[in-house]
């Protein structure tokens, strides 16, 4: 009995193999006939590659992208008013004062003495101005006058002399050698005479509008020297010129360190940088743009700022200078020439959590049309007379439209004749990247 159910299922098996086999080959047949045929392979990624665009009018813009920093729109830097002690000290960085805050004192005494030395000569300058204003009547002109009319009173007397003793020597009272040395006396008095007056112009001079106007001008520089050092003692309170937040002073060398650079008991020396005042009301970014881009920007355009710091924070602002003269990272900086920018952010966009400092990451709109008509790259060909984009017609047939292109974005370029909103587009993808690679 099991033999012959045996022998039963056996040409049934045979049967189910055959027919799974012969369903394997047909279904190998079809695959490779619509996959693997050339003429049906190519056709179908053909159509896999196109598609359809439908052209419409929107609002389009350009950006540049650029890293920047933030600082301040200005900085006050705060100097020793003058050399002395350090008394007290409150401020600190990142401290926010307000103008007139007092923030440092310094010790006076030496500048006192200063002022006191000046005062002293001032006051010799003007009691030297008042003498000359009042020139001939002075001790040293009543002087001068005094030994001429002494001089001319005794050349009087030895001239009445000699003519006595010449009346005597003719009647021969007097030998002629006292005669002849009265004569020798008059001749000297004579040239004492001519001294003193000398002597008297001379010191009259001393007196006159010239020698008044240097005395003058020396009283004004006595004058300054003493206000200057009041106003320098009146310094001696070091206060905050303007509302802001207190950061280290620049170095020489341009950057700034962290911690303020003086304490109680140190000796400043006069203009010694202090500290510095950050103005926080008016923010700007600082960056830089390539030369190849510097073209393509113009004071006014409008950014937006976003800082990695305050995430999901934008800001705005609007570019404010450009630098004439390109500059570079420095001679051993291999960085290409670019230009220096600033640009200020609108104060009610500014976060209070901003930091200076911190990067920021700036797009400045360098084009924007409200009514542009961009289509993808892949839409366009290039021709033997120029570019073309394949419009589908309303019965399915494709045409070809020559057509004039402007500024090209991220996702596409922008038609400036040639097409109209509502045609539909042949988009191929593989004249995508050729496309966008030889269009502006």
Do not use: C
């Not at 030895?158 to 007097?174: A, C, F, H, K, P």
């Not at 976003?306 to 001679?331: C, D, E, K, N």
């Not at 500014?350 to 797009?363: C, I, K, S």
């Amino acid at each position: 009995m099991k033999a012959l159910l045996r022998r039963w299922r056996e040409p049934r098996r045979r049967l189910a193999e055959v027919i799974v086999f012969g369903a394997v080959f047909l279904l190998t047949v079809i695959v490779y006939w619509v996959w693997g045929s050339p003429q049906g392979g190519a056709s179908t990624k053909a159509e896999r590659n196109q598609d359809r665009f439908e052209v419409v009018v929107r609002p389009a813009t350009r950006e540049l992208r650029l890293t920047g920093t933030l600082a301040p729109s200005e900085e006050h830097t705060v100097t020793a008013p003058f050399e002395g002690i350090v008394l007290e000290k409150h401020v600190s960085p990142g401290q926010r004062v307000v103008a007139g805050d007092v923030l440092a004192r310094i010790d006076t005494r030496d500048v006192e003495i200063r002022l006191r030395e000046a005062e002293s000569a001032l006051i010799k300058a003007r009691r030297q101005l008042e003498q000359l204003q009042n020139w001939e009547n002075s001790p040293e002109v009543n002087s001068a006058r005094r030994a001429l009319e002494q001089s001319r009173r005794r050349l009087d007397n030895l001239s009445r002399r000699v003519g006595q003793s010449e009346r005597l020597l003719d009647i021969g009272i007097i030998a002629e050698s006292e005669y002849e040395g009265e004569l020798q006396q008059l001749q000297d008095h004579r040239m004492d005479v001519t001294s003193a007056e000398e002597a008297l112009a001379s010191t009259l001079q001393r007196g006159d509008a010239t020698e008044q106007e240097v005395a003058a001008l020396e009283v004004d520089n006595a004058r300054i020297r003493a206000e200057r050092l009041r106003e320098t003692i009146a310094g001696a309170e070091v206060r905050a010129p303007i509302n802001g937040i207190v950061v280290a002073a620049k170095t020489s060398e341009g950057s700034s360190g962290g911690d303020l650079d003086f304490n109680v008991g140190d000796r400043l020396t006069e203009g010694k940088a202090l500290f510095s005042i950050a103005n926080t009301n008016d923010l700007i970014v600082q960056s830089t743009v390539d030369e190849i881009d510097i073209n393509s920007i113009e004071l006014g355009q409008a950014a937006t700022i976003v800082s990695g710091s305050l995430p999901g924070v934008m800001m705005t602002g609007r570019l404010s200078r450009i630098a004439y003269q390109a500059s570079t990272g420095g001679a051993r900086s291999s960085r290409f020439p670019g230009f220096d920018i600033e640009l200020v952010l609108d104060p009610v966009a500014v976060d209070e959590r901003l930091r200076l400092g911190v990067t920021v990451q700036v797009a400045i709109e360098i084009y924007r049309k409200d009514d542009a008509m961009v289509v993808p790259f892949g839409a366009l060909e290039q021709g033997p007379e120029g570019l073309f984009a394949r419009v589908v017609g309303k019965d399915g047939s494709v045409g070809k439209r020559p057509v004039t292109v402007g500024t090209s974005f991220v996702d596409g370029v922008e038609v400036l004749s040639g097409l109209r909103a509502g045609d539909v587009l042949v988009v191929e993808e593989a004249r995508a990247n050729f496309m966008q690679a030889n269009l502006p």
